[in-house]
């Protein structure tokens, strides 16, 4: 089965840095990748996501990239903010379509 | 529009006891899943369902049955609680098919003493 790795699993920044998450997938033929932000004591958000189709999404002060060659994708974080303090999960599609596989998470700390 | 209903939101339970973790929504999602999350693990499937009458295993489903007689609700029974199903479990469900853009319920903080 699908198998996804998560570097790093803690993070910390000063507020004003950009965070860079990454994560790794084993399965070729995953399709898509969605990343979701879980505060402490609360559910699990998604945040954004992107199909194997292309290559990097963008929306405000989040990024994504993908590189279907390699088997990776990451998560860009600029100008963090302490709101931004988290967990953050990377997941990607296993062939069938119809599960995720997460990876284990990076808390991302982010100091003013 | 609740969303995504979990309840209850915490339970103690015995070794052996059995007892069912209740998922609603009202989105009129087809797809609905379970996760168990533990420190340092990540979210893991347990089941799935794609739709109504249809259910299906993911990464960990045993010592877990689930059933889906209805668009809105996807239960998720424990048969003999053990220590190792101390966790939280989170439902999610989907509009669109293939587990895209999951919303998830609020918990379900388990504890099998």
């Known amino acids: 089965g699908e198998n996804v790795e998560q570097h790093p699993s803690t993070l910390s920044v000063q507020e004003g840095d950009s965070a860079v998450i990454k994560c790794t997938y084993s399965?070729?033929?995953?399709?898509?990748f969605p990343w979701y932000k879980q505060e402490l004591g609360k559910r699990p958000q998604l945040i954004i996501d992107i199909r194997s189709n292309v290559g990097e999404k963008k929306d405000q002060r989040i990024a994504v990239t993908l590189n279907k060659t390699a088997k990776h994708f990451s998560l860009h974080i600029t100008e963090t903010q302490p709101e931004d303090s988290a967990v953050y999960f990377c997941?990607?599609?296993?062939?069938?379509?119809?599960?995720?596989?997460f990876g284990k998470g990076t808390m991302l700390l982010v100091s003013p | 529009n609740a969303g995504v209903t979990q309840t209850p939101k915490f339970q103690v339970l015995k070794t052996g006891q059995s007892m069912t973790l209740q998922c609603a929504q009202d989105m009129n999602h087809e797809y609905m899943s379970w996760y168990r999350q533990d420190p340092g693990m990540g979210l893991r499937l347990i089941h799935y369902s794609v739709g109504a009458g249809i259910t299906d295993q993911g990464e960990v489903p045993n010592g877990y049955n689930v059933s889906r007689s209805t668009t809105e609700d996807f239960p998720l029974r424990l048969l003999s609680a053990a220590p190792s199903q101390t966790s939280v479990y989170f439902c999610?469900?989907?509009?669109?098919?293939?587990?895209?853009?999951?919303?998830f319920g609020s918990g379900t903080q388990l504890s099998v003493l």
């Open positions: 999610a469900s989907s509009y669109q098919g293939g587990a895209e853009k999951l919303f």
């Open positions: 399965d070729s033929a995953s399709n898509y």
């Open positions: 997941a990607a599609r296993n062939s069938g379509y119809s599960t995720l596989t």
